[in-house]
């Protein structure tokens, strides 16, 4: 689950939300499952998705980064005796943990579950006090190595480009004259700096530290990444007419798969004034609309559905294209290897 910046769900302030598996219907639908598939589910979560495409009769192979997630999962493991696997990996990886004849299906819901936000040990959330940590694999750099690690103009642009944050330097620099006298620790030691220097307006719909926090959120799991390296993985896991659907929750997310399935057409993008060079076979053709949102509905009953866009297509006879990370465009960053404390 990501939340949308800008927006006024309940996640948006980090408080509660109870888990519910966003376009459940129209995932399952773009997906046909069925007997004698095998769907990857790359974002297990609380196993939503999941348990929709066993109750249809395919197996899954379901993946998650978060050990947590894995071990709460062993139960519908074992009701599921022979139909679902359970694997500790990241869906970047997905194609390692494909079958030998490829995948049918694969369903990716990006971003952070609720329960990882309602785990205030978990750092997520600043609505409740914890470690400033946001790993959603327990391991590696944490959120706190970041604030007390990176230098000014490598916070700016992260608060930038992953947050859309608009008082960036404002808050970054505060954030370095702050840790020079005491290293920032929890959730709610950061959200108060932030929140006194951007003081909340009686027209702000979400709290001034949101933005941060998603973003340093997003650099730590370097989940922009991993949704590319998720896709080209997809692109080579998949089996001629296996149908690859992903659920996002920002402007963020959805520009990298609108990217990638948009060069992935086969379609020129080039310039009116350029010649075309050579036409490419398409690897995936779109299955429906190019994009699907949530009813009023549902986005009623679930919030986090608001911003939810959903995105699928079918994968072709024509061979994988080779991983080309620059079709993204994505902002060139620190290092996380460099900011650990």
Do not use: C, W
């Not at 599921?80 to 990241?90: F, N």
């Amino acid at each position: 689950m990501v939340t949308n910046p800008g927006g006024d769900s309940a996640e948006a302030d980090g408080g509660p939300v109870r888990h519910i598996p966003v376009l459940l219907a129209e995932v399952v639908k773009a997906l046909v499952p069925e007997p004698g598939k095998v769907i990857l589910d790359g974002t297990f979560g609380a196993g939503g998705y999941t348990s929709a495409l066993l109750a249809a009769g395919a197996d899954v192979i379901a993946l998650d980064r978060d050990p947590t997630a894995i071990a709460a999962g062993q139960s519908l493991v074992d009701a599921h005796a022979g139909h679902l696997t359970l694997v500790h990996s990241q869906f970047s990886k997905l194609a390692e943990h494909a079958p030998e004849g490829g995948l049918d299906g694969i369903v990716l819901d990006i971003g952070v579950s609720s329960m990882q936000i309602d785990e205030a040990e978990r750092g997520f959330s600043f609505q409740k006090n914890g470690p400033l940590d946001m790993r959603m694999s327990a391991s590696g750099v944490s959120a706190a190595d970041v604030i007390n690690n990176a230098k000014l103009a490598d916070l700016i642009r992260i608060f930038v480009f992953l947050g859309e944050e608009k008082q960036a330097p404002r808050i970054a620099h505060a954030i370095e004259k702050r840790r020079a006298e005491k290293p920032f620790e929890t959730t709610r030691d950061l959200a108060g700096l932030i929140e006194l220097v951007t003081p909340r307006k009686a027209k702000d719909k979400i709290h001034p530290a949101t933005r941060v926090f998603q973003s340093l959120r997003i650099f730590v799991n370097d989940e922009l990444g991993e949704l590319a390296e998720a896709l080209f993985a997809a692109e080579r896991a998949l089996k001629p007419g296996g149908r690859l659907v992903v659920v996002t929750f920002h402007s963020l997310e959805d520009r990298i798969v609108k990217k990638f399935l948009t060069d992935r057409s086969g379609k020129s993008t080039g310039s009116r004034h350029m010649p075309v060079v050579h036409e490419r076979a398409a690897t995936f053709d779109a299955i429906g609309k190019s994009v699907v949102s949530a009813g009023e509905a549902e986005a009623e009953l679930n919030p986090r559905a608001r911003s939810a866009k959903l995105r699928a297509a079918v994968r072709t006879m024509a061979a994988a294209e080779p991983a080309d990370m620059s079709i993204f465009e994505l902002p060139s960053l620190a290092t996380l290897a460099k900011l650990g404390g």
